[in-house]
């Protein structure tokens, strides 16, 4: 630790010498993040150069930046992560200095020396701050040297299953095993029991040795009920180090965040005071300068465990950007200049509550099985950057390919309270309307909706526990449809109004288009009548009667208006004779008909789908990696039936039910198409 700190105070002096403010940057990075860093050094008045791979020569990031350079193919080792493309793309075009983002080559001190050889500058911290915390074993070793308090575990990588086992024994049941180079929450399994340990160990060195070709792991305490706290740091490079509060990351699934928020429900001032002080202990144990994070593992009695540190801007920046109004990519530009920061401690100030969600092309009705395809309609929320902000890297007709990570978009909103914020959240879901690709936004509007949520009752477990591995219709059940029944009136009505209009029955059109309808609201049926008001309809559901409000026409896919005063956005799509409304994450199937017609509908017989349980159906596209199972076995529910990889994790296929394996569709190395039969029951 010693060696580290005194390394990183060498290269320190050298930032520190006073440096004009850099006029271009390359920004090493795609997507959401590669735009929002453009749009900092824009504003900064800064040039920009992007760097493109041959999947993204179309991509926001390439029309956004000033200049733009291709890079290598689209598999990322050959582009986003080729060190030599990207310092020689930084020096072909003058660019002074080199923004990282996330992932790819934010945390790999190769491309800082790299950079430093090429006398171009890196907008982040040290190489000895990146290599120190760069590997799990290490920094929790240097947090504990520090005076930090970090998980009980042996911190030592073990590769053989009995050792692994005897470590597990002496720590005690559960365990968490994890890659020592670890991130985006691979690598990563909890054990029960010995027999766990030994499949975990498997699996997450496997894990570890694709994604960071580095298969070191070792054991900690898994830690009961816990939440996942952090708090940013930022460190200039001279001497000056603050933090800016914690975020709460605790709605994860599968060890990736999803849901994020700036304060956390939970710390009380003291908690929030000592979590902050460890944090700045640890970025001076390692001279730390630029933006970084502090993780930390919290349990129930608030006490808390540092878990690692990531010494890069951090995916759900934006919700201490909007709480303590401090643009963190700006301060990252001018540290990295050799400026000093703006502000000490005691100037640091959180106001209000802010909330990120990340949109993901996944499908949350299947298991959150990858989605990935074409953006046939999107259309973002309106955004003011404070209370809603968008930060995305898409735009409608491009693609989400299946060669990066999946996501759509950050959706930021924020409030003076956590109810304001997450308030906002929903009318922002409700407005963001996207199609072409399956995505979480129902998901994202359920974990808004949800009580326990909404109380501030979180633990990493939350989304296991309450949703299990899919959305189930279930946790979407709706609990007033009245206001969405009207809505659907209104629009039945309005229809009905143009259909007279084309016939010609100019005069009286409004009479002509009726007033009585009925509303057959997914399997129910609804008698409505509606009646022209000023600015909308009035619509009577079951004699109580609901003002409908909105300048809403004909094709237009979002309804914006009020019902009852209370404003709403729903989202409408035509198909045929029926209407699809997404509103509050449910989506309705809805048909608004004549009385008469309605009649006929009910003795209509329902077309039955076809059985395909007998089937081990691929869930994802991805590469059949090994199959369990011989044709004549006999299995059990539960056993391994084959494993399948995709975006780099290993998924067990596990039988559902008992059976016997009767014909096999697809061996392993085949690749596999959605839904692509891999073996057939008898
Ligand atoms: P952060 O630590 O900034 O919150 P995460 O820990 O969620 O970010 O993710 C770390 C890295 O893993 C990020 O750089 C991101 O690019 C990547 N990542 C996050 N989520 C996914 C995902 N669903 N699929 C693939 N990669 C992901
Ligand atoms: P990554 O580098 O992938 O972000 P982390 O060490 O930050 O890995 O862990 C990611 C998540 O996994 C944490 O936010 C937490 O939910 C869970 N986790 C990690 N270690 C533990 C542990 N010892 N006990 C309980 N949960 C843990
Ligand atoms: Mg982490």
Known sequence: MAAAARSAAKESDMAAKPHAMFKKILIANRGEIACRIIRTARRMGIATVAVYSEADADALHVREAD?????GPAPSAESYLSIPHIVRAAADTGAEAVHPGYGFLSENPAFVDALQAAKIAFIGPTRAAIAAMGDKIESKRLALGAGVSTVPGLN????DPDAAVKFARRIGYPVMIKAAAGGGGKGMRIARNDGEVHEGLRLARNEARSAFADDRVFLEKYIDEPRHIEVQIL????????????RECSIQRRHQKVIEE?????????????MGEQAVAIGRAVGYRSAGTVEFIVDRKRNFYF??????????HPVTELTTGIDLVEAMIRVAAGERLAFRQQDIKLNGWAIEARIYAEDPFRKFLP??????????????????RVDSGVYEGGEISVYYDPMIAKLITAGQDRKEAIANMRAALDAYYVRGLTHNMPFLAAIMAHPRFVEGRLSTGFIAEEFGESLGAASLALEEPAPLVAVAAAIGRREAERACRLSGQLAGYEAGAGTEFVVVFEETQHAVKVSAAEGGYDVSVGGERHAVRSAWRIGEPLFKGSVNGRPLTVQVERQGTSYKLNHGGHQLDVRVLPPATAKHLAVMPKKAAPDLSRYLMSPM????VSLAVKVGQEVKAGEELAVVEAMKMENILRAERNGVVAKLHAKPGDSLAVDQAILEFA
Do not use: W
Not at 235 to 246: C, K, R, S
Not at 262 to 273: E, G, H, N, Q, V
Not at 307 to 316: A, G, I
């Open 67 to 71: 200049e733009a350079v291709a890079i």
């Open 156 to 159: 030592e990588a073990v590769a």
């Open 235 to 246: 460190g200039d490079a001279h001497g000056n180090i603050v933090h800016l509060g914690e």
């Open 262 to 274: 700036a304060p956390s429900p939970f710390l009380d001032a003291k908690t929030r005071r000592a």
């Open 307 to 316: 878990l690692e540190m990531n010494t890069r801007l951090q995916v759900e």
């Open 371 to 388: 989605s990935v395809g074409r953006l046939v309609r999107y259309i973002p929320p309106e955004a003011d950057g404070k209370r809603v």
């Open 621 to 624: 596209p991805g590469l059949l």
